[in-house]
């Protein structure tokens, strides 16, 4: 079974419009901690935003929010406003465990603004 | 505060070549991790050092490739006899645990093409 799932191959959203970007897990680590990363064309791996499995609030970072549900094994992340810069591909990522931490990511999601 | 950095960006090669990336971890960064990305995939995992120790290779990681990280500060990777199933973007990342939180940061990359 994957470990990280995106099912959204692609997804287009207007300027200044909120969009979601679906990402599902599969651990029976209770210890993890889920990562989105953004990789415009120009091809680096840029991190947007963290949540730990034991994180008791939904985390936040400026016009990022990554809406935890635990239960469901979901961590989508949530653009706000959303801005011409903002297309590119979107990894969601899993790190198991407390020790090191290698990351599995996804296949990611292309998210495409236009004006 | 310079971020990840690795040359050369861009390497062209013919197959049966020997070729050897470099990255260069933010300063103060005690772990390095080695992923490799090919289109349309997240990035995978290929080895992992804390300060000079190897402790993690990936299977993915044949007996053509080697990473070494001498002085804990910056590495290389090296593969040797390239084929062309090694063409992709070799990624670099670093990280600093700081309590439960342990944050990769990723270089630019470094795009591998295999005639």
């Known amino acids: 079974a994957q470990k990280i799932t995106q099912t959204q191959p692609g997804m287009f959203v207007q300027e200044k419009e909120a969009v979601t970007l679906d990402c599902t897990y599969d651990t029976s680590d209770p210890s993890y901690g889920l990562f989105w990363y953004k990789q415009p064309s120009s091809g680096e791996m840029i991190f947007l935003i963290y949540?730990?499995?034991?994180?008791?609030q939904n985390a936040t970072e400026g016009r990022y929010s990554l809406n935890f549900q635990k239960a469901r094994k979901s961590a989508n992340l949530v653009i706000s406003a959303s801005q011409l810069g903002d297309s590119a591909m979107y990894f969601c990522?899993?790190?198991?465990?407390?020790?090191?931490?290698?990351?599995?990511f996804g296949k990611g999601t292309m998210l495409l603004v236009s004006p | 505060d310079t971020g990840v950095s690795q040359d050369p960006r861009h390497k062209i090669t013919k197959r049966g070549q020997n070729v050897t990336f470099r990255c260069d971890p933010i300063s103060e960064h005690n772990r390095l991790y080695w992923y490799r990305q090919t289109l349309g995939q997240g990035p995978e995992f290929l080895t992992y050092f804390q300060n000079e120790a190897q402790l993690e290779k990936s299977r993915l990681l044949s007996d053509r490739f080697s990473a070494e990280r001498p002085k804990g500060s910056f590495s290389t990777l090296e593969i040797q006899r390239t084929e062309q199933g090694d063409s992709a973007m070799y990624l670099c990342?670093?990280?600093?645990?700081?309590?439960?939180?342990?944050?990769?940061?990723f270089g630019p990359g470094t795009r591998l093409t295999v005639l």
């Open positions: 990522a899993m790190r198991e465990g407390g020790g090191y931490s290698t990351l599995t």
């Open positions: 990342a670093s990280s600093l645990k700081r309590g439960n939180t342990d944050t990769q940061y």
């Open positions: 949540q730990g499995s034991y994180d008791q």
